[in-house]
T-cell receptor, first 115, second 111 residues
Framework: AQSVTQPDIHITVSEGASLELRCNYSYGATPYLFWYVQSPGQGLQLLLKYFSGDTLVQGIKGFEAEFKRSQSSFNLRKPSVHWSDAAEYFCAVGDEGGGADGLTFGKGTHLIIQP | DAGVIQSPRHEVTEMGQEVTLRCKPISGHDYLFWYRQTMMRGLELLIYFNNNVPIDDSGMPEDRFSAKMPNASFSTLKIQPSEPRDSAVYFC?????????FGPGTRLTVL
């Protein structure tokens, strides 16, 4: 069974600084990988996804993520964070169907932005 | 498109009562998922449907939980009887088989 680990429960970053959120997955075949963001009281919004091809994927709101098969990682990055980026971030993995059988989520990373 | 619609947004009920959560998926999506989010367990898949047919309900915690999808535009998740440990945020999501699109969730509190 697949699993996702987000090692950082909380991360604090100053506004304007760069950001990297870590995600490690466990899956036997080629994974389908996703990053979602959840603002307080809201549902999850898709930031970006990786299915195949270029291992560096671009998403919305200036986010990008890099798939590294050798490290079983799919870290999320942003060069300069804004106060509005404060939220909960979830990494998720889908099976060969790309998510048709549901997604397995990590426990999330809570991002705090310092002024 | 209005996105995935869930109702109610908040539900407070007493232990033993029946609770029904509702979901309208994005038009044209053929997959529908119910997830539960708690602090302790994070996001868990409860059940999912493909073309209105339940495919996998292995995540449903107990027989007190049931879900239906009578047509392509409506699904319900029912808890009967409810217990305090069912308190959580319940999300509905729909997809075309890959990325999920989530509704705003229903925050359930069972007293």
């Amino acid at each position: 069974a697949q699993s996702v680990t987000q090692p950082d429960i909380h991360i604090t970053v100053s506004e304007g600084a760069s950001l990297e959120l870590r995600c490690n997955y466990s899956y036997g075949a080629t994974p389908y990988l996703f990053w979602y963001v959840q603002s307080p009281g809201q549902g999850l919004q898709l930031l970006l996804k990786y299915f195949s091809g270029d291992t560096l994927v671009q998403g919305i709101k200036g986010f990008e993520a890099e798939f590294k098969r050798s490290q079983s990682s799919f870290n999320l990055r942003k060069p300069s964070v804004h106060w509005s980026d404060a939220a909960e971030y979830f990494c998720a993995v889908g099976d060969e169907g790309g998510g048709a059988d549901g997604l397995t989520f990590g426990k999330g990373t809570h991002l705090i932005i310092q002024p | 498109d209005a996105g995935v619609i869930q109702s109610p947004r908040h539900e407070v009920t007493e232990m033993g009562q029946e609770v029904t959560l509702r979901c309208k998926p994005i038009s044209g999506h053929d997959y529908l998922f119910w997830y539960r989010q708690t602090m302790m367990r994070g996001l868990e898949l409860l059940i999912y449907f493909n073309n209105n047919v339940p495919i996998d309900d292995s995540g449903m915690p107990e027989d007190r939980f049931s879900a239906k999808m009578p047509n392509a535009s409506f699904s319900t998740l029912k808890i009967q009887p409810s217990e305090p440990r069912d308190s959580a945020v319940y999300f509905c999501a729909s997809s075309l088989g890959q990325a999920h699109f989530f509704g705003p969730g229903t925050r359930l509190t069972v007293l």
